[in-house]
């Protein structure tokens, strides 16, 4: 089945404790994405990556780091995090880059930092 | 902001009844898409329609595209408890940048 997985659905950590979300898919796909969704605010993008090797800053990347070592794979990283970073996030892949295709969406991860 | 704004924020309808949610945007579009999310999961694509396309259809779905108003509709006919959701329209603009999303309509139908 196509798809995108996110670990853990669920996190509740403390400040300051690093923690890795990971997001894989295996659709080939070159793109990735890492999305975080709050009340009122919608959608926003935090990283996002063209192709293995290539990743590149959302709008709100600050607090946050990527890699992209293999296709499949797109793991967000929190080295510290904090309790502003509590959100719902999601990581989505598509086959090209940009927005020229539909994304598909994991199906999410609740961060709590308190 | 690119951002595209969807309207109504909210929306309660009765079973069988059709349902509209717009969205607006500012700038020009490559395409322009709608997805669905149902309460704390991950979103669904619906359907994309391109810039140089007015009206596209998917089942139940009807979106149509007036890039001189700048604006886009999803209308879902005889709606279903089923389609409770929010719905999200998200704009490409140009080149690889990325798909930009409004901040959602919720959708209630009532049984």
């Known amino acids: 089945e196509a798809q995108v997985t996110q670990n853990p659905r669920y996190l509740i950590t403390v400040t300051g404790k690093k923690l890795t979300v990971t997001c894989s898919q295996n659709m080939n796909h070159e793109y990735m994405s890492w999305y975080r969704q709050d009340p009122g605010l919608g959608l926003r993008q935090i990283y996002y990556?063209?192709?293995?090797?290539?990743?590149d800053k959302g709008d709100v990347p600050e607090g946050y780091k990527v890699s992209r070592k293999e296709k499949r794979n797109f793991p967000l990283i929190l080295e510290s995090p904090s309790p502003n970073q509590t959100s719902l996030y999601f990581c989505?892949?598509?086959?090209?880059?940009?927005?020229?295709?539909?994304?598909?969406f994991g199906p999410g991860t609740r961060l709590t930092v308190l | 902001s690119q951002q595209g704004e969807e309207d109504p924020q909210a929306l309660s309808i009765q079973e069988g009844e059709n349902a509209t949610m717009n969205c607006s945007y500012k700038?020009?579009?490559?395409?322009l898409q709608w997805y669905r999310q149902n309460s704390g999961r991950g979103l669904v694509h619906l359907i994309l329609i391109r810039s140089n396309e007015r009206e596209k259809h998917s089942g139940r779905l009807r979106v149509t595209l007036d890039t001189s108003k700048k604006s886009s509709s999803l209308l879902i006919t005889a709606s279903r408890a089923a389609d409770t959701a929010s719905y999200f329209c998200?704009?490409?603009?140009?080149?690889?940048?990325?798909?930009?999303f409004g901040k959602g309509t919720r959708l209630s139908v009532i049984a």
């Open positions: 989505a892949s598509s086959f090209v880059g940009g927005g020229y295709n539909e994304q598909f």
């Open positions: 998200a704009t490409h603009h140009s080149g690889n940048t990325p798909l930009v």
């Open positions: 990556s063209m192709n293995v090797e290539v990743t």
């Open positions: 700038t020009s579009i490559n395409n």
